[in-house]
């Protein structure tokens, strides 16, 4: 993995990825006592970062290979991402779901182009199903972050806010990723490293699933006791990627925890201050930048906003339990 | 009024302005019928695109006049797009609003630095109130649509337009624009007039605030019966302004109107494929769009959403009504 890898990813994604703005509020600066931007990644295509690594993988495969397809296990953003990228570039994709999955979700990825096919989790193998399809049709899989070209289309975000921040005259300070295996962390951070050497990339993770911040602690792999149980479901890995542990760990700072109540109210804050929509595993980012401001350092902070797929009913709970002022 | 106008306000709100996006998804496309593209002026500092009218009605003051202050009537987006753009000028800046204004809009004025007055709508005159104010401490009124530096203002939505539009390869359709008293409306019809020539300005209301829409089909100043009683609050104005309708009337095409509900599920639709909270009034727009496909021309339509400041309850009675599909 290196820089000019993100480079030729985001040549590759060049009018095709939307450039998300970098939004901000005077109010949450004065929770924050710091300036405060975000990366709203919830606008990107299909409503979350994904898009990038989906668009950028897909695109760097050879084409006769690519013509056959992809496949992806994901019920949640990567199969949005991987679906809406495959259907734009007008091959087939097949996307492995467990069939417990949210009807919506199964829909959504039907409705970007997608053959979902859904294996029962208790009888089921999904990898065996998988190798299966793959082989029968020549499908390649794309795995949702420990994949070069993955990690590469995650780090054009990171390209991004090199270009941003130094337009709003940040050029040191904490930048806070929502982080699952670290596929945006691990990108973002190579290209900050590159482009913005004064900025620090840092992980940031919901309680009780702070494998990446205990990883970085400890210098192993180390992973959650569960795998279930966090609103923040985007971002529920059991732990750090084999090719993006090593790159967090180089590159960097401390991993921050936050609670699934900071979430909720990073969210309500980002409705009423930013009026974007922010999943929670999306929103723990800003809620470490506006909630622990005594574990950031610097005059200001950017949290990247990585996802917005939430159903109305979780949003509404957010909402309306922390209010306007948040 | 010229384009020239428009053109000196983007220089002068060039830094300052954010260029808000072009949004879109396949799904909205499809409940269209054609390209749905979302030009998310909600996601404008103050949550709507007041603050291009106000930050250019302040910086086109002369500097001995602006230094003492300026004065708007207003309990809702112009409030706090004129308090801002003051804020950000480092003037002062006073707000006349009614007693009974929702505390949060008050509290939100006050947070972004104005002086907020306070009058009893049944027993004191506002005019009287602003007059004796302005003449005391020298303030400059900020009229909220029919004040040429405040249409030039809102008009460099349209130059963004203009430039977003081209860059989609759409170069002849209609945009359809929240309409209370035009201010929005005829500065985006000068900007295209001007930039793309190709794409027809429509102003869109909400039902029983229809004054533009029959005034364009009349051609003379139309007013509404009702002053009060839309959810559609930001967009109720009682008719066109003397400035705006003339404008409106050489370059607009026909008025749509549209439901509140069609509002409240347009404001659902946002929610779940574009990841934007839209207000009522900022919804019509792209409610025309969605819901009255067959009186919009051309293969791509674009829907201006004007704003976003809405509370969470009014937000969750549409989000949660119209689900997920809307």
Redesign the interface.
């Known amino acids: 993995m290196n820089i000019g890898m993100i480079e030729a990813a985001a040549a590759r994604l060049d009018g095709r990825v939307?450039?998300?703005?970098l939004?901000s509020s005077?109010?949450l600066d004065?929770i924050a006592g710091r300036r405060v931007l975000v990366k709203?990644e919830?606008?990107q295509h299909t409503?979350s970062f994904k898009f990038r690594g989906g668009w950028s993988a897909v695109s760097a495969l050879p084409e006769d290979l690519r013509r056959n397809g992809v496949i992806a296990f994901s019920s949640g953003n990567h199969a949005q991402g991987v679906a809406?990228a495959a259907?734009e570039h007008g091959i087939p994709a097949v996307i492995i779901m467990p069939s417990d999955a949210p009807l919506?979700k199964i829909e959504?990825t039907r409705?970007?182009g997608a053959e979902v096919i859904l294996y029962d989790r208790a009888n089921e193998d999904r990898d065996a199903i998988g190798a299966r399809l793959s082989a029968e049709r020549g499908l390649t899989l794309i795995k949702p972050f420990d994949e070069p070209q993955v990690i590469a289309g995650q780090g054009t975000a990171g390209l991004e806010i090199a270009e941003q921040a130094a337009a709003e005259g940040m050029t040191v300070g904490d930048v806070l990723v929502c982080c699952g295996g670290g596929g945006l962390t691990s990108g973002i951070a190579l290209a900050l490293e590159a482009n913005a050497p004064g900025l620090r990339t840092r992980p940031v993770e919901p309680e009780g699933f702070d494998d990446v911040t205990r990883s970085l602690a400890s210098g192993r792999i180390e992973h959650n006791a569960r795998s279930s149980g966090s609103i923040c479901d985007a971002i529920m890995t059991p732990a750090p990627g084999k090719l993006t542990f090593p790159i967090m760990s180089r590159l960097c700072g401390p991993g921050m925890v936050v609670t699934e109540q900071q979430a909720q109210r990073a969210m309500?804050a980002a409705?009423?201050r930013?009026?974007?929509?922010?999943e929670p595993g999306g929103a723990v980012a800003l809620a470490a930048a506006l909630y622990h401001p005594e574990r950031v350092e610097g005059d200001a902070v950017i949290a990247v906003a990585s996802g917005?797929n939430v159903?109305?009913?979780t949003?509404?709970d957010a909402?309306?339990r922390f209010?306007?002022g948040a």
Request: proline residues 6%.
């Open positions: 939307r450039r998300t703005p939004l005077p109010f004065a709203a919830c606008l409503g809406f259907r919506l959504n409705g970007l309500a409705f009423t930013l009026k974007i929509v922010l917005g159903d109305a009913d949003f509404c909402t309306k209010g306007d």
